[in-house]
């Protein structure tokens, strides 16, 4: 095994430890929180290692990228899902090839993946992005458009709403991180006691590197954990 191979398990391992000692810490069991591998611009070697090593969910940004890895992808019994900002001119390429999109940040776009999903006869998983640091750079829907928003959402049938996405901001120490990630927590259990159509509410997205401990003490389902798994990326690749 090469030395990065081996690098990559034992960052697996150690993460994975830290989300065990997090989740109990929020009192939960490991069990309720899962380990997304975001394996943009990560080549499909690395991936499948990681994969090997246990690794049930992974995370792509672009279409396109994940379409060309994904033939040689060890795919079975993993979950793949499309966490970056989706055009409503891709849809149709996306639909069918992952197994979730957290990244559904408007009305239209949901129903674009509605149609498409219905036409091959299936219903797509889907989480509602949350602009939870109001951020102009950042796509997600307002906090306080969520609700209705969710609401219009659930009138298609061919998506299941499933949860929530977020990225709060970047810079900020833990106190602020931890204002986000419970604020999210908050709108999390709140959607979840609607009583929505087309909807399953049981996952929360939120936590990358720097801050998925954090993330999964608030209440955190779903982490999301790229450089912490596989180092700095290179985008020139
Ligand atoms: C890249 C990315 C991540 C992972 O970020 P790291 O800091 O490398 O862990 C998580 N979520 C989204 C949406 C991303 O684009």
Known sequence: MTEEFY????????????????????????????????????????????????????????????????????????????????????????VGQVDMIESVDSVRLAQAISKKSLELGMKTDILLQVNIGREESKSGILPEFLFETADEISRFDGIVIRGLMAIPPAQGDNAEKCKFFSNMSKLFIDIKGKKMDNSNVNVLSMGMSGDYELAVECGATLVRVGTGIFGYRNYNI
């Open 7 to 94: 690098k990559i398990s034992e960052n697996i391992k150690r993460i994975n430890e830290n989300i065990a000692r997090a989740a109990l810490k929020s009192g939960r069991s490991e069990n309720d929180v899962n380990l997304v591998a975001v394996t943009k611009t990560v080549d499909v070697e690395r991936i499948n290692h990681a994969l090997s090593c246990g690794v049930k969910y992974i995370g792509e940004n672009k279409v396109q990228e994940f379409l060309k890895k994904r033939d040689s992808l060890n795919l079975n019994g993993v979950s793949a899902h499309l966490i970056g900002h989706l055009q409503t001119n891709k849809v149709s390429k996306i």
